[in-house]
């Protein structure tokens, strides 16, 4: 964890902040500003922002528990402000994340869909996987042609599991 940052659920009012790393990240499908708003409010128990020395936002994971596998946290996004980024702080807020969904919700497995031109997040959860020794399984969840906007590509799903039992 990088010096000086805290990790907490997000509240309301950082649903803002959290659009904005989100549409600068350069790599993430922007929702609504509404969207992140919502989730701040409905999901934060599952999400995590990290807050430098005054209290501002510089990075996020969205989370929630998949409403067939309960013991499913399923990872939506994950944005670190530019400034941050490249001092560990992803795998800081996925890491911290887990642990405190596992404490709460006693998870087994983590999921998320990563496109194939995506490196740095196939590299964070693959090095994810491999720090709490558990298997990495992937395929297409959704191919590229289902996204009405075209030229999306595919999303391929990342399961993750079962994790080990110090996460």
Not at 67 to 93: E, I
Not at 130 to 154: I, S, Y
């Amino acid at each position: 964890m990088p010096e000086g940052l805290t990790l907490e659920a997000p509240r309301i009012e950082d649903g803002t902040a959290i659009w904005r790393i989100a549409r600068d990240s350069g790599t993430l499908d922007l929702n609504s500003s509404y969207s992140y708003l919502l989730w701040c409010r409905d999901f934060a128990a599952t999400s995590v922002v990290a807050r430098n020395a005054q209290g501002k936002p510089v990075g996020f994971v969205t989370g929630y528990l998949r409403p067939q596998r309960p013991r499913t946290l399923v990872v939506w996004q994950v944005a670190v402000d530019r400034a941050w980024r490249g001092r560990g702080l992803a795998a800081a807020l996925l890491d911290g994340l887990t642990a405190r969904v596992a404490e709460q919700s006693d998870i087994h497995n983590v999921e998320t869909t990563i496109t194939p031109d995506n490196t740095a997040s196939n590299r964070l959860f693959t090095s994810f996987a491999e720090r709490h020794g558990a298997p990495v399984e992937r395929e297409v969840l959704f191919d590229g042609g289902l996204f009405p906007d075209g030229g999306h590509e595919p999303e391929v799903l990342y399961r993750i599991g079962p994790l080990a039992a110090s996460t």
